[in-house]
């Protein structure tokens, strides 16, 4: 991959839960990738087209069984878009082909197998790859992701949270161990394959709701990765809602100051760290972000407010679940990984309304 | 009013906004009242069935300009559900007749005219009324609410808010001064005149989006109702959030706690608190409330939850934001002014899904 | 049931789906009916309010398992809300008991058991109840339901075109074999336990459209009725679609005419038609029915347009799906089966918005 | 424009309504085009991105007033996302600078001055150019796009119930005097700048509603591009409907049959007359299409069902509003103008769910 003209050749493993079909999606545009291989167990054998109506017209790829040897035959790289627990199967065996990972599951997110084990309530089947992948958010981690043979590539909750903490933690002017989550998010992010009674469009249209707010598995991870930011221990609480509306997802994050700051000092943290990266944006002072201003794109939309009187600052965080919260990321990882420029294939608008 | 058969001769007074047309709703399937004048400037002299066509055939009440003498002429009781600003300039004189006020405004909710000067920006016209309001949440000032004159009914938020934190103030167990309250409400809830860009329905919808997080005049009001419920000082954040649904509203408040205590204890206390009301559902533990649990009634869900590894109680309240929110709250203290069943007229459950 | 005081005593049978719980919303409101028993299989034993929360507070009823010895024993009517094909099976035995049926599914809505067979693919296990039972419709076939042991309360699509063909089939100014019936429905049309990939809600969300347009079963249903009504062969298309809302259905009927009409005799016909019934609002001239003007409603409104550059009259029927289309129909044909005013416990307006 | 390298020079005239936004969002994505220029009268002098913060990132222009001379200076073609009635004034002097003009409005998709202000009620203030502008449907008349100086883009419902025709007509099996076109869109149809209580989102959420079924201005439209297709004169009915869903239109077209066909014929005849035109997808037989298989896509997916027991056959036909509908195909005949690839700029999916 150097630029003269040959593409890179990857494949989703995966391809029809809602992120498999959004990195299709993107890939399908990417300018210096070859997409070969999508798989689906239960669509083997079909036109993606046929199984997936939207895409009816834009490829005629079709869907294959995944089949590991033949996954790495002539791949570089390959995304595993499937349920959690399938990845640290069977990646030492991809690893081993010489191609290189990026998983979208939560298999090789969290560092420690010990950790992984007390949130998942499984052990783990590859925890000698934990140390070594890097956790795939390019502005915070960027550097490891580059030369990583896998890159565990985090969701949309992790995503939001970190981008809008991570200057303020770098700032030092918060507690790391004071800190509220208020998350909310489509429906999409519940997945594709799991409708039941809750996502049935007649109950969750209309709806609102809250859901595990003292026990998701977000929650330690965010923390770990909070720690790496800062140094220091962290300790938030998590509290995750369901949006009646398809995509999109929004974190309100909630800060206690270790010294006071002004609304401006705190603007100018968030765009001095973000100068220059070009998917985070960091909105003027004054105006908040909305879900519906990042649908279809890998941007991250964020506002800061400092609560002089409660002595809190609130920072919200805007993202799309599947794109930068899943498919969008995944491929601006695989960009850094393979020395294409970080926006290669994401600089697309995204439809609005 | 005193059983005897004759019915409570009641007015509204801004009959065709969202909180307007809700307590019309409720008003004609009251048993012990007799809806007999609704008011609207613009629509005057219109059958309130032609107005609003989800009224046709239900009632053939006819749409009136406001007219004071005529308001409190044989009426007991007027409903004031017009814009902020309005109902402390008629207030006094419409007492003067001998009618009783429940205001549905922010006009009458904050006890001080400072205060009220500081937050609404304005002098208030009918001073010596704050005193005298009554705040008018029954599970928790019922008893003033009894024999006032006039009630100041508060909105959705302050309402939500305060019946989740209720049951933790009294017991002690939360620091007022560390309270944070993430709340999130239906469009309906920025009212029916208002169809400015930001809720027109391609623009509102498929979004979710914070708004006025350190600014809203709520903030203020929760904060001295908390007050009134624990005698300390309260200081909470207040961030609001619009959702992409007509009804519904949910606060997810976070406290922390002064002293540890398991769930089962938060649990205790909140049925304990709650016992014997029937407009407020303490869920089973570990059962969350949902917005569209609650639409169409004045019942408002609660859940709790310990967070034990950041030391915080998380409570979850939900209402319709135009009836217990609004306009079901506003005839539950009706009842409780004029001696009815607390209950009466409010025992419906409402349309699901 | 002489009005002495005694209430009607009554049972829902199948009561946690769509349909069934909406019947428990208007019983438990219902000023001459005791609803003593409701069915689930699957939740016998629970009590309601905690299978569905949003009767939490308003009902102390508990579900049992289908008994019908039990369901018989003082019990005066017996609501069938079943998935289609039970009720057939165990209506004989119930009659015998002396009950009266409601039965909300297909079985008992076509007159013929041959006709039933093509349609439904199976053999009828009653079908000497068929010729008898009524067609409960109570604008167009009242008498027959006030006698009636066993009465098909039909569903929402079949309603709404009925009620909107039924002043142009008795003018005479249509060709009753040259209609086209476009229907669109909420999704809660589909059912509560169908919650299939399509009614997912990221997938039915932002989502419209047509199914099963030449096909469905309601079509010959409709045809049947409508030659009930004007005595020749009825022919139509029966084209459904589905729109992305939890309620609401509204037909757009399309009719060449026979004779040219102007839109005042078109809304005279539709006028005089419905003059004096509670349930059917003809709208004024020019103004059109909306789904949410109806929703919570046993309402009917219907809008009336005269086409006369293409030869036709178009109505449009706007109804609750689940209220005029199946629970409150429902109540409005017991209250005539039993001689109680036609609009008890069926005159509160809707939620609105 | 030879494909040496030069980029098209092209204006968006109005890029901050629906149809605006949406064409600059293809054309920054367009291989062979350079967007030069963007007005808004309103936000004139503002950054794109800040006026519309999904931008925020993808872009750096700058709104302009609208000046003919600046716009037609080094300029190829000019969009026209006016509202209506304003293209028509400055079409001619536009055209006297050398560029070519796709108008998004009204202003020149009827072939007559008359027919013009009958429909519109107003004198056509440029009516020589009436007749030579292209009707811009590139399936249909692409041959006159590639030449025209004036191509008149059709909006969503023209293009949808066409685009279903076209095959039928050609094939000569259905009587284009008698059609029903029952057509339903998405909010974002009605437009930017009208945010009427009829739009806001309290009010059309959940709901479905009618409008315009006699007077609708595109009925006459449809019938003259109908008449152009078959030679005879076309009649039919128009009725639009709304739909609760940000963008996506879908007709229902229903056309009596002049002779028998079976439904394997009308298969045959759509496939065979859109083969190898890459925006429009015919169905496999007896597949429907569904709105959100097309959003964000030049794509017009059709599905066509023979109904024996009427005799009619069932055309139905979805579109993105805003993109086969507006936008996209504005794009695409752009392509065809000016000799770029028809799929040029148009080919990436949509995003799902």
Redesign the interface.
């Known amino acids: 991959m150097d630029g003269s003209g040959e593409k890179l050749r990857v494949g989703v493993i995966g391809a029809t839960g809602?992120g498999g079909?959004?990195l299709?999606?993107l890939l399908?545009?990417h300018p210096h990738v070859s997409l070969t291989y999508v798989t689906s167990e239960t669509f083997q054998g079909q036109p993606l087209g046929?199984v997936?109506?939207?895409?009816?017209?834009?490829?005629n790829l079709t869907l294959h069984s995944f089949d590991p040897t033949y996954a790495t035959n002539s791949r570089d790289l390959l995304f595993l878009a499937w349920q959690p627990g399938r990845a640290m199967e069977v990646a030492p065996e991809l690893l081993k082909h010489g191609v290189r990972i990026i998983d979208l599951s939560a298999d090789y997110r969290l560092k420690s197998a010990d950790l992984y084990e007390r949130v998942y309530k499984q052990r783990h089947a590859s925890p000698k790859l934990l140390a070594e992948a890097a956790y795939g958010i390019p502005e915070l981690w960027g550097d490891a992701v580059k030369t990583a043979r896998v890159v565990a590539c985090p969701g949309c909750y992790p995503t939001g949270a970190l981008l809008g903490l991570a200057p303020l933690l770098s700032e030092g002017v918060i507690d790391p161990a004071?800190v509220?989550v208020?998350a909310?998010s489509?429906?999409?992010g519940a997945g594709?394959s799991k409708?039941?009674?809750g996502?049935?469009?007649?109950?969750?249209?209309?709806?609102?709701?809250?859901?595990n707010?003292?026990g998701h598995r977000h929650?330690p991870e965010i923390e770990q990765q909070m720690t790496a930011l800062c140094g220091e221990e962290a300790?938030?609480?998590f509290?995750p809602?369901l949006?009646?509306?398809?995509?999109?997802e929004?974190c309100?994050v909630?800060c206690r100051l270790t010294r006071p700051i002004t609304p401006e000092e705190a603007q100018g943290a968030f765009e001095r760290f973000y100068s220059g990266r070009?998917?985070v944006?960091v909105?003027?002072q004054g105006?908040?972000?909305?879900?519906?201003?990042?649908?279809?794109?890998n941007?991250c939309?964020l506002?800061v407010?400092?609560?002089t009187?409660?002595n809190?600052v609130?920072v919200?965080s805007?993202v799309d679940n599947?794109v930068r919260g899943t498919a969008g990321q995944a491929v601006q990882n695989m960009n850094l990984m393979f020395g294409f420029p970080e926006t290669a294939g994401l600089?697309?608008?995204?439809?609005?309304?």
């Open positions: 809602y079909m959004e299709v999606r399908l545009g046929e997936l109506p939207h895409f009816r017209g834009f490829t004071d509220i208020n909310a489509g429906v999409s594709r409708f039941e009674l996502f049935h469009f007649p109950e969750m249209d209309e709806n609102y709701r809250p859901y707010v003292t929650r300790r938030i609480v509290a809602h949006v009646p509306m398809a995509r999109g929004l309100t909630y070009p998917f944006q909105l003027p105006q908040l972000p909305a879900t519906k201003n990042v649908l279809g794109t941007m939309h506002g407010a400092v609560d009187h409660a809190r609130i919200m805007a599947l600089m697309l608008p995204g439809q609005y309304p």
